[in-house]
């Protein structure tokens, strides 16, 4: 992902008479020198984590895919970097060989169930000289991933070259405006006093600055001698505060008195299910819950529905009353079952004839959870049960 501000050779006049309507300004832009983001691929080899934050490094932009082809190194490396509490954000490159349609349908598909910190952005750099090449079908892609995934536009952004937007954008007031709704995230090499954002942006609506491609990767802990590096422009408060991570929270505060917990639950093995501030993906988020973690919900509610998203969803409200999803479905509308929950108030199983209960407990398993019990795996499709499983 580079650009150069000489990236195309046609003289300024050429610019002007080819598509004046998009060109924009030089800007002395304000960059938070210190507040480094950085976008990876599978370029970068196995990273450390680890040696990225410890070298300055707050965020990293992953290519989760091209086209409708995942990055190969995408799903090791988003979970690993939170781990490292790194910020994640994702791209798509747009390739013009894939239908745009499904491109933003693969893009979500990829995100839905660990969704990024820092912002969806769609890549628009191709030259591959597909069937779908320019920004209409661009628009379009976008278009079916703000559909089918209920992401808001603030949550959006577009990376391009000041130069490739200026020969492949469109000039209809109507796509201009469509894409003056997102974030730009402007490729240009060079000081901050010179850099060149093309209309429909401005420096306002300019979130993220990559200035440059350094042989700085083995310090950032990368495979690669090279990484790009990106700045956020403006406020590093504004940039935390767009995408509601300002600061740490914590996974579930103290139940408030009066209230007790209802349901006891603990977070698959490999999910981390996103917390939000109400029973929808399209309300505020607030961090994660980590696999294995056990945490108590006041409430557990069933009738969430989405028509964008068809299939059952399962919310429980936690006692800090934000909310977490214990089961969400797929693209295919078929269930992932993020946490294992049971009532709290759920009776024991009897006790065997001539002997105590046993030591066991009811555990309420979701509809299309897969479980193993002994040396059957055993998976409930139609609607949720309860089984029992021994104290260990």
């Known amino acids: 992902m580079r650009h150069s501000k000489r990236w195309f050779n046609g003289s300024v006049l050429w610019h002007w008479l080819k598509g004046y309507e998009r060109l924009g300004v030089y800007r002395d832009i304000v960059a938070a020198e210190q507040y480094i983001i950085l976008d990876v691929s599978r370029w970068q080899g196995e990273i450390n984590f680890a040696t990225a934050k410890a070298a300055g490094a707050k965020g990293i932009i992953f290519k989760c895919a091209q086209g409708t082809t995942p990055d190969p190194r995408f799903a090791d490396s988003w979970h690993r970097a939170r781990e490292a509490g790194l910020l994640r954000g994702a791209y798509l490159f747009y390739d013009s060989r894939s239908h745009p349609v499904d491109q933003g349908n693969f893009f979500w598909d990829m995100l839905h169930s660990d969704p990024p910190e820092i912002g969806y952005w769609f890549d628009y750099e191709e030259s591959y000289g597909g069937p779908y090449g ?5 628009r379009l892609c976008i278009e079916t991933f703000l559909a089918v995934s209920g992401v808001s536009d603030i949550q959006v952004g577009i990376y391009t070259g000041y130069y490739y937007w200026i020969a492949h ?13 997102f974030w730009l995230w402007i490729a240009w090499y060079g000081d901050a006093d010179d850099v060149r954002i093309p209309i429909p942006w401005k420096e306002e609506t300019t979130l993220l600055w990559q200035y440059d491609t350094p042989a700085r990767g083995r310090e950032f802990g990368m495979d690669s001698d090279e990484v ?9 408060d504004r940039f935390l505060d767009v995408f509601n991570v300002g600061g740490e929270v914590p996974p579930s505060l103290p139940t408030e008195e009066g209230e007790n ?12 299910p996103k917390i939000y501030a109400g ?3 399209k309300s505020p988020s607030h961090g994660y819950l980590q696999s294995g973690q056990s945490f108590s919900a006041l409430q557990v509610k069933t009738d969430v529905t989405d028509p964008k998203r068809p299939g059952r969803q399962v919310w429980l409200e936690m006692t800090d009353h934000r909310w977490t999803f214990a089961e969400y479905p797929r693209m295919d509308g078929s269930p992932e079952i993020f946490v294992i929950y049971k009532a709290v108030d759920e009776p024991p199983p009897p006790p065997q004839e001539g002997g105590d209960a046993p030591d066991e407990i ?5 509809a299309g959870a897969t479980i193993k019990i002994g040396e059957q ?3 409930y499709q139609s609607e949720a049960v309860t089984v029992t499983a021994r104290k260990v």
């Open 134 to 138: 320019g920004a209409r079908n661009l």
């Open 169 to 181: 954008s469109s000039t209809a007031r109507a796509d201009m405006d469509f894409f003056a709704r």
């Open 228 to 236: 790009d590096m990106n700045r956020v422009v403006g406020s590093v």
């Open 261 to 272: 917990p209802m349901y006891i639950c603990v977070v698959s093995p490999g999910k981390a």
């Open 279 to 281: 029973p929808t993906v």
């Open 362 to 366: 009811p555990i309420v398993v979701s």
């Open 377 to 379: 795996t055993h998976i």
